[in-house]
């Protein structure tokens, strides 16, 4: 299990990063290698060139400005998991990350790699998901940002041009409720379902809802007609919306479970979010 | 049998027993353990295996030219090239009723399983011989997998065409009157298991290494083998290189399990290449080979029927295990001891059973072949056989522990139908001593009080008899064939330091420690003194394998004869040096003693010295060899016993399953290091919660592994690990040095069923019983569920 | 460095020691550290990152080796089982493997030694903390709960 040959560069820019990429439409970039590396071993990816972004400054950091968390793209999960500001403004973000693997893993891997990667069964896009959040993105032809509703596109697949490098991932911080949740299997295991939501709660309704599963699905996916279906009831009142989130998603089987199972356990996680809400209801 | 080798001279123990921290420890610990792929020999290429991509196919093509030219790689070899030295390596199971195989070194014509070895390449590095992999082109006709055991028994396509109607072995046997106690019976409990397909998974992969020199004919092998002097033999036999001139040499070794108790085609090419080639070579597997070639484990079908008279004793069984065995038979051991061992030994168990119905089979697959893991045949013969004592107790209303005790065995000797003679046991007191440790009465409360919560707690129990000490007194007690017997050497040097060597390689067992505690207790020398070699080369002694539990008694017994030599020329020469009668001269804290004389003594050192150095203290006939080896093999067969009781708890939102807690009570006779037992219990105890809830290989329905890494096949990690309650039991065996019996597997068999046990008995008000392992969370919610 | 190449110049301090070698891109660390620098103490157990053998400390943080390629250590400063003795005593942490009979076969040992090492150096970890940790490596003898309770002893003994 050793990796193919590839050339490696590690450029000091974003614009050398990005012309590297066009260079060569086998290369890839490589962030914290903790995806990529293992498919490299076992040569399931091939690249012809490798651009690790590792040298490039300004790519890691964490800020919170105007109501907005931006994470560089090359910040470690470890990071933000351990980052005071995170814990401060959205702790639910810092927890999330902590899902997240291992810790010898969560050391290296980073917000940006998980992202671009698009894992079906990752966390970070259906936290991006859930709370709207946005990627900067560089190319050659310069930089745009993409919303996480446009960047997903299925598994292991981006909006993401070849020559595009994300340089952070923005978050925002605007007093909506925040839940990241996910099954299992065992401490650190891909999830068996993933579940992100957010929302707004007054008045003990809640309105404003986006929610997002990953692991469970062939790809991370809202749920719009769960979200449509909780719009401005009560956490307790959210039979429709269980219902609704069962009926709609496209659920996965595999040997790890059936879809049948991961629909099931998908409208556990649904509830203990839903609990969750009516306690922060009843806190409020 | 009575042999001078089946008896082992007494011994007083005072090291035997104690907690003796391990000597390999620090070693290891620091990072100086030397592992096979820590050896590098200069000069040395690598090799890397082309496996088949298909379950079964013709091979049409192989074309390597492209790899041969690539920079770096010095040698491809196609199955021609192997067929040229060796047509491959014939296993079968030594009972009746089974039909060899002949596996070869490189696959030829035809591929029988996805992973079996193609092609090799062999290159200056493991990167480039990976490229050069990657090169080689294999055409394949597609010829149809047979992948059901069950129903390639009845017919269809051939998996591999030496055993044409699939047939790998058959058999059995009709003991005392089965129909009348099934006529007879009360209730009639029975079910049909499904016992998962397992890897061993050693956390070192396996890997081999050759060098050999022409000008001497001399060929060593670095192998991390449980069995290395089989291995040798294997070189001479099928190789063809003089046995006189061939080393096999065993490093440090990462855990076997029994995955490293097999020849492989690897092992048996390497040799080749370093020869052809005239340089070194060197094989380490990776994961995703051991997980998909490295032998499979466990698997099989059973159904299985007990009869039960009014009284809830059980008084008949009925079995038929049929093994899921691969596309051949994987020497020594082959897809047959699996299912042989389960119908033939463990139906009667720990119970008076009088009459057993007893059918083995195992059916070619085309799968990876299916080979020893610790528990072989046990662990599903008692996942089968405990899990229908609590479908009976449910049935009959009884507590897990009474059923149990209503057939338990209570007078000893005990001849079981099939005519097995048990000398001695704690089968009865096992039961008694689990149910005090688990408060049975305060458990039931506390089920209760859980279940109005909505909480799921249940109880599992699981109990066992373990052939251990692995014998030719066993293999005839169970009309199985082989010889076994292990040599030990000790020698004591002039200064009165000890240098063990044993047949038996280790693995982490901590041979090196226990074996040190039987040679000071034989010669009252201090454990520091002492060095112990675990046949880390094949020029010395004779092992038959580290396999079957055999570890502690076999070589236990073979250097406490080899002490004993010693030990008496030490006496005799005492005796004449302090003018005392040999029979009252003690070892012990590094003197001899003579008993009931205070301060006549005379050091071990002093002993050693005068042997080598002083010829006047010697008594008359006195011969000074501080050298002897000499070999052991028990007369009787023994057996271990002990159980495991399991609390888990089931998650209603996920069906997830944790052990909360576990309970098990071990006799393995006397005890010569508790936590090195204490360490082989939880060790296999944990395996055994991968078995019953994580690890499945599962091969799709065209015959492809979907499970080729640990991403997929998922071992217990740290949040699997339950506290552990263990308690010692000890009844010696009269038969072995100082009562010593094995147990290195007991965790491991009995584990799945305590597990299985306990999650139906979480599901009780379900009404759902499950009989398959590993248990799914799915399985679980649905039960929940209703 | 911006040429793409299939060699890289790497510098890492390892153990306290400096290196500057000239590696193949594709080069894991955990081979580099083996076969280049001749550290076997780090044991290579499944190459695609889930048995947590190789684990060893990058900037004191805890790493798997064998999912990074040498050059991403480049600057850094690693530190492999080797240097966890002081002298020729063993560290606490160490000591206590032993005493719990923490390991059997060994394979595995370096990978807990390091996590742990790393979660010593952090504070003063719970049970959990350990659990938390530490499943990030695959132990096939044990049973794990000897490890837990080493790991549990150091931490008490750990001067903080």
Redesign the interface.
Known sequence: MKSPVFAYAAPNTVAEACSLLADDEDAKLLAGGQSLVPLLALRLAAPTTLVDLRLVPALTGITHDQGVLRLGAMTTHRSIERSPLVQDVAPAIAEAAALIAHPQVRTRGTIGGAVAHADAAAEWPAVLLAMDGHVEVTGTGGSRSISAGDLFMGPFMTSLEPDEVITSVSLPIDGREIWVDEHQRRHGDYGLSILAMTYQLSDGLITDVRLAVAGATGSVTRAPEAEAALEGRAPADSNDAITALAAELSYTSDIHGSADYRRDITTTLFQRALRAAGERSGQA | MSFPHSQSPSIAARSIGARVPRGDDPRLLTGRGQYLADIVLPGELHACFVRSSAAHARITRVTTDEARALDGVVAVWTGEDAAKFCEGIVGELEVEGCFATTMPLLARDIVRYVGEPVAVVVAESRYVAEDGCDLVDVDYEPLEPVLHPRSALEGGPSANEELPDNVALRGGKVLGDVEGAFNDAARVIEATFHSGRLSAGPMETRGVIASYDWTSRRLRLWTGSQMPHYIKYCLTAYLGFPENECEVLTPDTGGGFGQKAHIFPEEMLLPLLARELDRPVKWVEDRRENLMTATHAHEQFIDIAYAFDSDARATGVRIRATGDGGAYHQPPWSMGVEPWCTAMVTPTGVYDIPAADLTYEAAATNKTPIGAYRGVGYMAGTLVRECLMDDAARAFKLSPFDIRRRSVVREFPWTNPQGIVYDEGSWLQTIDELERMVDYPAFLERQAALRAEGRFIGLGLSVFVESSGESTAMGKAHDLGGIYHDTATVKMEPNGSVTVTIGLTTQGQGHRTTMAQVVADSLGVPLEAITVRAAESTTYGWGSGTVGSRGAVIAGGAVLRASNVIRTKLVALAASMLEADPADIDLVDGAAVVLGVPGSSVSIIDLATAVYFDQSAWPADFDPTLEATLAYDPARPIFSNGGHAMIVEVAPETGFVTVEKVFSVEDCGTVINPDIVEGQIRGGVVQGIGAALLERLVYDDSGQLVTTTLLDYHMPSMDFSPPFEIHHLETPSSHTPGGIKGMGESGLIAAPAAVLNAVNDALSHTGTVLHDIPITPEQVLRALRG | ??????H?SVQVEVNGRRYQRSV?????LS?FL?DELG???????????????C?IL?DD????S????T??ADGKKIR???S??SGRE?SPL?AC???H?A????????GF?M?ATALLEEGQPTRED???????????????????DAVEEAAAKEPS
């Open positions: 460095m911006t040429q793409p190449a299939e890289v193949m891109a594709r080069l894991t081979d083996r550290l076997t103490g780090t044991k290579v157990g499944c190459e695609h990152g889930v048995c947590g053998a684990t990058i943080e805890p790493a798997r064998c999912l990074m390629l050059v991403q492999t089982v080797e966890l003795a063993m160490q493997f032993q005493k009979h390991l059997q076969c060994g394979f595995c040992t370096a030694l996590s350990i659990v938390e940790t530490l499943s990030g490596h695959y132990c096939r003898c044990t049973g794990y709960s000897p490890i837990i």
